[in-house]
């Protein structure tokens, strides 16, 4: 008892692992014992089987063959004897005799190898019994074999084509006939064809009396010869002497018929004795059949009986395991569950309880003292929950405090942001307005403004035409002036209006080939004053994004202004191209702050318009682009001087800057970018 | 010249001054009525207002129209025209101290055949009129008005 006590308590402190394996093996040696077996069992049946199926059915049809050739034998036998008399002995012997005695030889053959069969293999006792029926049946057959052959030998001395009696009693005849034919007496041939109708019937039916007939017609021929007249001694001898070997030939035949007869009741004998054996060994091979049905019936019984005691065995084994394995096992893991749904419904006190030394206990003692640290844990944070619960009220209450002061705040700031809006608003309205009016303004400069100009103009022209010869030279000279102002005042007023256009009109992007415009504007320019020595050099491909329009006038008033100042040159020289910011020797440029810091610090694409001209001094560099802003007087250089401040708007709108590089006498530079839209 | 009328709508009295000294200047001595707003002239177009009463106005074989008009401007001036049948088919021209593209543009889309802007030198301005004068006086011809 206590032995089993200490292998249950080696069992519960193994591994999970080593338990499973223990199980999982126990399960695969019995699977393999299972498979082991049934595969045995089978394997023998098997073998058993076919041996026993192969021999019985062996032996079978070598009964029924011998059997069957014996059968053929004998038919053949018989034709044989019944056909020699019509068809002629050879041919019969050919045909028939042979083919028996072949037969003959194969049942002999057959029955040697069934005897040796039955030797060889060990099948039944039974048939070690029969070996004497198979004796016998050699036997009788031998004998059968010899009675032909002795019959054949009988039909061969009595029906041989020219040597048998029958041959020899055909030429007897006919002798006789010829030596009886020699008289005239016809006594002697009417008892010779008596005799000879005899005799043929006898042959044909073989009923002996006919022969005796045939003698005693015999006896009476023979007195009739020796009565005869018409024979003399000697025929008479002859005739006799023929007539005995006749007779004496048909007693022979008469003879060899019956040791004929003899062999056929021996046949039947013969057939008598063999066909029991025949009909004995054909019941002996059957039962031999049905016995191996009932060996194999026995051994599948056997092998079922074998198979069912391995599933059970293996049954019973896996259920033990399985017992085994939920003990020690699963009940564990449902304890453990049970305690685990416990806890987790909040039941602290809640600890699982497992007998085993296995992983499962480990578990177990792990889970109870988590459980038992929970509990601590568990009081110890109700007791912070319920300290920070007092701080947090505290907080919360301070926090409400400032949650209202800054609701205040933002409402304020709301506030704020809708005058600030709705100011916005109002200046934007106001701006829209200023913006409308001072296009008004505009279009009435552009209209009002030229109206009293012309009229100036118009009337001074018109007394300068009609009334120069009252006038002198001064009142002429102060009309001219009249009009030179009227007609700077048109250009100022035109200038003007152009500049605010560029103000006003509405951007389109779009890429444009600046170098293309440049070269337009200097043929235009070279048409109007053909004279003039200049050389325009534009740079290849320019291309910006802008308003081709609007970069048209820059350009128109840039390369207009280099070749104006170039105009008192030798030979002018116009270049119009790109650089960048760090070639264009900005921090060498003499440029006014207020210019300066305007321009971007990038690697931005320059654009450049030079020329050889007169130049200007850089410190007048920030008036240049002031609308109506000259630094030449008005007889050097014609002009409004709102040409760069045009250029300056253009450029500003695309984006970019534009600052000059420029020396009395040494030329000028203005660069160009579009900082904003390239 | 050939009894041809040209409507002159035009309020500004120098202008006009200047516009009958340029057309005399250029020979063109066909009658020219001119009137000082656009109400004006289409009460001598129509023969309304203070035309209604005199003799049945003729047609003129020109107006040259002044945009910026008192009572009735003329784009407003030149609307009515196209408008009616009697006067669809008179060659408008305006001539106007205005060069805005829109004035431009509103003018062509109304119907005007021609738009010159006044220039401020007086030569200039008589070479226009002249030039006006024989294009649409002598070379243009129009067809004859329907009644």
Same mark, same amino acid.
């Given at each position: 008892?206590?032995?089993?006590?200490?292998?249950?308590? @080696?069992?519960?402190?193994? =591994?999970?692992?080593?338990?499973? =394996?223990?199980? @999982?093996?126990?399960?695969?040696?019995?699977?393999? @014992?299972?498979?082991?077996?049934?595969?045995?069992?089978?394997t023998i049946v098997q073998r058993e089987t076919d041996t026993n199926i192969i021999s019985t059915n062996a032996i079978q049809r070598q009964i029924l063959d011998m059997d069957r050739a014996l059968e053929k034998a004998r038919r053949l036998e018989k034709e044989f004897f019944l056909r020699y008399p019509t068809i002629g002995y050879s041919a019969a012997y050919e045909e028939y005799a042979l083919a028996a005695a072949e037969q003959i030889a194969q049942v002999v053959t057959v029955n040697t190898e069934l005897q040796q069969y039955i030797t060889d293999l060990e099948i039944a006792t039974v048939w070690k019994a029969t070996d004497v029926n198979m004796n016998i049946y050699f036997l009788a057959v031998n004998r059968h074999a010899a009675s032909v052959d002795e019959a054949t030998q009988l039909i061969a001395q009595l029906a041989a084509d020219e040597t048998g009696l029958l041959a020899q009693l055909q030429g007897q005849s006919v002798m006789l006939l010829e030596s009886i034919q020699l008289t005239d007496d016809l006594d002697l041939v009417i008892l010779y064809y008596e005799m000879q109708s005899f005799e043929k019937d006898y042959l044909n039916t073989r009923q002996r009396p006919l022969m005796q007939s045939a003698f005693n017609i015999a006896v009476q021929l023979r007195g009739a010869i020796e009565n005869s007249s018409g024979l003399n001694a000697d025929e008479k001898m002859d005739a006799l002497n023929h007539l005995d070997e006749y007779l004496a030939l048909a007693a022979e035949i008469v003879e060899v018929d019956v040791a004929i007869q003899g062999k056929f009741n021996e046949f039947d004998l013969q057939a008598k004795a063999i066909d029991p054996i025949t009909d004995k060994l054909i019941v002996l091979a059957d039962l031999e059949v049905e016995r191996a049905q009932e060996?194999?019936?026995?051994?599948?019984? @056997?092998?079922?009986?074998?198979?069912?005691?391995?599933?059970?065995?293996?049954? #019973?084994?896996?259920?033990?395991i399985a017992f085994t394995l939920n003990n020690s096992i699963t009940r564990n893991v449902i304890k453990l569950k049970v305690a685990m749904d416990k806890l987790q419904e909040g039941d602290l006190d809640t600890r699982a309880y497992l007998d085993s030394g296995d992983e499962l206990g480990q578990l177990a003692a792990g889970f109870n003292d988590m459980g038992?640290?929970?509990?601590?844990?568990?009081?110890?944070?109700?007791?912070?929950?319920?300290?920070?619960?007092?701080?947090?009220?505290?907080?919360?209450?301070?926090?409400?405090?400032?949650?209202?002061?800054?609701?205040?705040?933002?409402?304020?700031?709301?506030?704020?942001?809708?005058?600030?809006?709705?100011?916005?608003?109002?200046?934007?309205?106001?701006?829209?307005?200023?913006n409308q009016e001072l296009e008004a303004f505009s279009y009435s400069v552009s209209h009002d403004l030229r109206a009293p100009l012309r009229a100036m103009e118009g009337f001074s022209a018109a007394l300068l035409s009609k009334y120069k010869d009252e006038l002198d030279e001064q009142g002429q000279h102060y009309l001219d002036r009249i009009?030179?102002?009227?007609? $700077?005042? =048109?250009?100022?007023?035109?200038?003007?209006?152009?500049?605010?256009?560029?103000?006003?009109?509405?951007?389109?992007?779009?890429?444009?080939?600046?170098?293309?415009?440049? $070269?337009?504007?200097?043929?235009?320019?070279?048409?109007?004053?053909?004279? $003039?020595q200049a050389e325009f050099v534009v740079a290849e491909s320019l291309i910006v994004q802008g308003d081709a329009r609007l970069l048209r006038i820059a350009l128109?008033?840039?390369? #207009?202004?280099?070749?104006?100042?170039?105009g008192t040159r030798q030979k002018a020289r116009i270049e119009v191209g790109q650089t960048t910011i760090a070639d264009c020797?900005?921090?060498?440029?003499?440029?006014?702050?207020?210019?300066?810091?305007?321009?971007?610090?990038?690697?931005?694409?320059?654009?450049?318009? $030079?020329?050889? =001209?007169?130049?200007?001094?850089?410190?007048?560099?920030?008036?240049l682009f002031g609308p109506f802003q000259r630094l030449h007087a008005m007889h050097e250089f014609p002009g409004t001087g709102i040409g760069l401040a045009i250029v300056q708007r253009v450029i500003t709108r695309h984006g970019g800057r534009v600052w000059p590089d420029a020396q009395v006498d040494q030329g000028a530079t203005f660069y160009f970018t579009f900082g904003g839209i390239q | 010249m050939n009894g041809k009328i040209i409507l002159l709508v035009e309020d500004n009295p120098d202008d006009e001054e200047l516009t009958l000294l340029a057309l005399k200047e250029s020979n063109i001595l066909n009658e020219v009525v001119v009137a000082r707003d656009g109400v004006e002239a289409l009460d001598y177009l129509f023969a309304t207002g203070q035309y209604a009463e005199s003799a049945p106005s003729r047609?003129?074989?020109?107006?040259?129209?002044?945009?910026?008009?008192?009572?009735?401007?003329?784009?407003?001036?030149?609307?009515?025209?196209?408008?009616?049948?009697?006067?669809?088919?008179?060659?408008?021209?305006?001539?106007?101290?205005?060069?805005?593209?829109?004035?431009?543009?509103?003018?062509?889309?109304?119907?005007?055949?021609?738009?010159?802007?006044?220039?401020?030198? *007086?030569?200039? *301005?008589?070479?226009?009129?002249?030039?006006?004068?024989?294009?649409?006086?002598?070379?243009?011809e129009i067809p004859q008005q329907k009644q």
């Open positions: 008892m206590s032995k089993w006590k200490q292998a249950s308590q @080696f069992w519960s402190n193994l =591994g999970i692992t080593v338990k499973f =394996g223990l199980a @999982f093996t126990l399960l695969l040696i019995l699977t393999i @014992f299972v498979i082991v077996t049934s595969l045995a069992t089978l060996r194999v019936r026995q051994l599948s019984q @056997f092998s079922s009986v074998i198979l069912m005691v391995a599933a059970v065995i293996s049954l #019973g084994s896996t259920a033990i038992t640290r929970l509990q601590t844990l568990v009081t110890n944070l109700e007791e912070q929950v319920a300290e920070r619960t007092l701080k947090i009220e505290m907080t919360n209450q301070e926090l409400s405090l400032e949650i209202d002061e800054r609701k205040k705040a933002e409402e304020q700031i709301h506030k704020l942001n809708a005058e600030l809006e709705k100011r916005v608003a109002d200046r934007t309205i106001q701006l829209q307005a200023a009009q030179n102002s009227s007609q $700077r005042m =048109g250009h100022l007023i035109n200038d003007l209006l152009n500049l605010s256009r560029i103000t006003r009109s509405e951007l389109a992007h779009q890429p444009v080939d600046i170098s293309d415009i440049a $070269r337009e504007i200097a043929a235009e320019l070279q048409m109007d004053d053909p004279q $003039r128109q008033n840039l390369i #207009g202004n280099a070749w104006k100042f170039s020797g900005l921090q060498n440029i003499d440029l006014p702050e207020s210019l300066k810091s305007k321009i971007p610090n990038l690697e931005s694409k320059v654009y450049f318009v $030079r020329d050889n =001209g007169t130049g200007f001094d850089m410190a007048y560099a920030d008036k | 047609t003129p074989q020109l107006i040259l129209l002044d945009l910026k008009l008192p009572k009735l401007d003329g784009l407003d001036v030149l609307k009515r025209l196209r408008a009616d049948p009697r006067t669809q088919l008179i060659p408008v021209v305006i001539l106007t101290s205005s060069s805005e593209e829109e004035d431009m543009v509103a003018s062509y889309r109304l119907g005007a055949n021609s738009y010159v802007r006044k220039p401020v030198e *007086f030569h200039h *301005f008589a070479n226009a009129i002249k030039q006006l004068g024989l294009y649409w006086l002598i070379l243009n």
